[in-house]
Structure formats: structure tokens, C-alpha cells
T-cell receptor, first 113, second 113 residues
Framework: QKEVEQNSGPLSVPEGAIASLNCTYS??????FFWYRQYSGKSPELIMS??SNGDKEDGRFTAQLNKASQYVSLLIRDSQPSDSATYLC?????????????WGLGTSLAVNP | EPEVTQTPSHQVTQMGQEVILRCVPI?????FYWYRQILGQKVEFLVS????????KSEIFDDQFSVERPDGSNFTLKIRSTKLEDSAMYFC???????????FGPGTRLTVL
């Protein structure tokens, strides 16, 4: 059974701080990793994708991937109240053209003004 | 910026009735997906569609479900005889050719009474 695990939170940080969100996955052969943001009652919105070990930065967001530890994280710098949402980790553990995503339950982030 | 659109935003139906959920993927995308999310639960993959045929489907996607691309722009999900447990948010997503990132529409909330 292919699994993606996240701490459900809530994670509470003060405005301006760094928020660190973590995700582990069960399938060692996984190749594609995604972070989505989901506001309550809304659809998942793609924030970051990462495919290789190391860090990938986009504005205030940094995704980190460690395939040996089967771990992917998302750092949000200078957190804003508008970042308050549930952050979903999604993994494609399949080879070839199978693009099915396996999802974590999400981590709820609250940024306090 | 191009977006995936879905209609209706909310559908209420009686158990046993057929429903059709509609999606318009981003225009130059070739891979299409349906996911669902029961309230408080993980996002679940239903089906992927490429080159006018199903490429992958999950155990959830049984004979009660079908997908169709009736023309060059629409992508539909039909549930033939709805059950109470089909109540969920249904999300359509699409990917560009050669891309692994999936972009989601706003979702249809299906309520089965």
C-alpha cells in the first residue's frame, strides 16, 4: 500500500516567521513530489513541484527532497496570515506514464498576526 | 492565466439518480484527471484520461463511473446510480504535454440525499 504521511497539525507560527511542513512517503521508487495549498472549501492549488534531491526555491517557498530518507518538506519564509491554509503533499510513486497522485491528509497552518 | 473550469459548483441529487459533472481542462493540456475528496479525508484519485481513453483508474472507479470527452473542450464524469457515500467534492485536473504538474479546477460539491 503506497502511503503519504503528514502531521495534521495545526501548526501555528507568528507572522514573519518560517513555517516548516513535512511529509514522508512509503514508496522508495517515487519520482515526483508536489505541494498544494488548500483553503477551506476550495480546491488544491499547486505551489511547488520537486523531482531531484536537494532544494528548490520559488519566492518565499522552498521545497526540500531527500529520497534516501523518503522525506519531502516545504519551508515558507516570512509567513503571512494569507498563508493560513491546509498544505497537501502529493506523490507520484509510479514509473512511466502512470500519473496517479497519492495524497497526504494535509497539515493545517495558522499564521498569527 | 488559463484555468480549469468545472460545472456545476454544487449538485444535489437523490440516491439512485444519475449525475454528470463537467470540466473544461486548460486548452493545450492533454492529460485529464478526476479526483474526489470526502469531507475531512484525503484527496483520492479516480481516473486519468489521455488520447481519448482511460490510462489509469482506481478501485473506486467501478462500473457506476464513466468518463467521456464528448468534444474538443469538455471532459465529463458520469455516476450512473449515486449512493450516499458518493457525496464529496469532485475535482477535475489537467496536465500539459510532457508535464507532470496537475492543475485543479474549483471542484463540484456533490450531495446525495
Amino acid at each position: 500500500q503506497k502511503e503519504v504521511e503528514q502531521n495534521s497539525g495545526p501548526l501555528s507560527v507568528p507572522e514573519g516567521a518560517i513555517a516548516s511542513l513535512n511529509c514522508t512517503y512509503s514508496d522508495r521508487g517515487s519520482q515526483s513530489f508536489f505541494w498544494y495549498r488548500q483553503y477551506s472549501g476550495k480546491s488544491p492549488e499547486l505551489i511547488m513541484s520537486i523531482y531531484s534531491n536537494g532544494d528548490k526555491e520559488d519566492g518565499r517557498f522552498t521545497a526540500q527532497l531527500n529520497k534516501a530518507s523518503q522525506y519531502v518538506s516545504l519551508l515558507i519564509r516570512d509567513s503571512q496570515p494569507s498563508d493560513s491554509a491546509t498544505y497537501l503533499c502529493a506523490v507520484n510513486p509510479y514509473a512511466g506514464n502512470n500519473r496517479k497522485l497519492i495524497w497526504g491528509l494535509g497539515t493545517s497552518l495558522a499564521v498569527n498576526p | 492565466e488559463p484555468e480549469v473550469t468545472q460545472t456545476p459548483s454544487h449538485q444535489v441529487t437523490q440516491m439512485g439518480q444519475e449525475v454528470i459533472l463537467r470540466c473544461v481542462p486548460i486548452s493545450n493540456h492533454l492529460y485529464f484527471y478526476w479526483y474526489r475528496q470526502i469531507l475531512g479525508q484525503k484527496v483520492e484519485f479516480l481516473v486519468s484520461f489521455y488520447n481519448n481513453e482511460i490510462s489509469e483508474k482506481s478501485e473506486i472507479f467501478d462500473d457506476q463511473f464513466s468518463v467521456e470527452r464528448p468534444d474538443g473542450s469538455n471532459f465529463t464524469l458520469k455516476i450512473r446510480s449515486t449512493k450516499l457515500e458518493d457525496s464529496a467534492m469532485y475535482f477535475c485536473a489537467s496536465s500539459r504535454p510532457g508535464g507532470r504538474e496537475q492543475f485543479f479546477g474549483p471542484g463540484t460539491r456533490l450531495t446525495v440525499l
